[in-house]
């Protein structure tokens, strides 16, 4: 395999406005997300951004950003376009998606993505809920997968915002970070939305409902997602002594 990992971004959030650039320890978001998917060392980490000042910002912290459309409809599509423009040749077989808001993402999590890909078109996470509150909340995508025997990996069947599956039994929270071969992800963004996808407001399902296999890997917890001013808050707390 030979991976490229791309971070799809914009300025416009509804909860935490300029969130690409908020400052964490020091830093902005976006860069502190770079950092940390050059750290996985898995391949060339370029930041596909919505708007210059995006751009800017990776550039000023020595990383590679592509300036894409402002009006394309998801970070897929955010991901593919740039890809077209920083590979076109096609060296770069597999195609890794990082959301921009993960600042503290850990390496071992961004390579446990690209390890479970083979066999399957797209793959992505999920870690075992552990908080009750988060069982029932809409909120927290459900990943309801076909494990292996060891219970390491599995086979999505089907994500969502219900408390699911039912009985007994551990549920799993989606970690939205996904790695693509580089057709599926051609083909998923051709694809148009799909009834689930649209009622459930989850792109992943335009895939399941698609056919297209979707590999799960299990990780021990959800990295930190910076979606409000208090985890905005969250983050500086647990940065602000990184290097």
């Known amino acids: 395999m030979n991976p490229i990992l791309l971070i799809p971004t914009r300025m416009a959030s509804t909860r935490l406005p300029g969130k690409p650039l908020a400052d ?19 391949g060339p ?14 550039t000023a912290a020595g990383g590679r950003a ?8 998801s970070g897929s599509d955010r991901i593919f376009a740039a890809l077209q423009t920083l590979d076109p040749d096609g060296r770069h077989d597999v195609v890794v998606n990082l959301q921009g808001d993960l600042p503290a993402l850990e ?6 993505v690209v390890g479970a ?3 399957a078109e797209i793959a992505t996470l999920a870690a075992e809920i552990t ?25 999505a069947l089907y ?12 549920l799993f929270h989606h970690v939205g970070i996904y790695a693509f071969t580089r057709a599926a992800l051609a083909r998923f963004v051709a694809l148009p939305p799909s009834p689930l996808e649209k009622r459930e407001k989850l792109e992943q399902l335009r895939a399941l409902e698609a056919n297209m296999s979707i590999a799960v890997a299990r990780v021990d917890r959800v990295p930190l997602s910076v979606d409000t001013p208090a985890d905005l808050e969250r983050a500086n707390i647990l940065l602000k002594n990184a290097p």
């Open 117 to 119: 890909l083979p066999g």
């Open 66 to 73: 592509v300036l894409t459309d402002p009006g394309l409809p």
């Open 131 to 155: 908080d009750p509150a988060e069982r029932d909340n809409p909120s927290v995508v459900k990943a309801v997968v076909a494990w292996d025997a060891d219970g390491q990996k599995g086979r």
């Open 159 to 170: 994500f969502t915002r219900a408390t699911a599956p039912s009985g007994d039994g551990p």
């Open 24 to 42: 964490i320890a020091g830093r902005p978001m976006i860069v502190r997300v770079w950092e940390r998917a050059m750290a996985a060392n898995l």
């Open 107 to 112: 390496a071992p999590v961004i390579r446990a």
């Open 45 to 58: 980490v370029l930041v596909a951004a919505a708007e210059p000042e995006i751009v800017a910002a990776i």
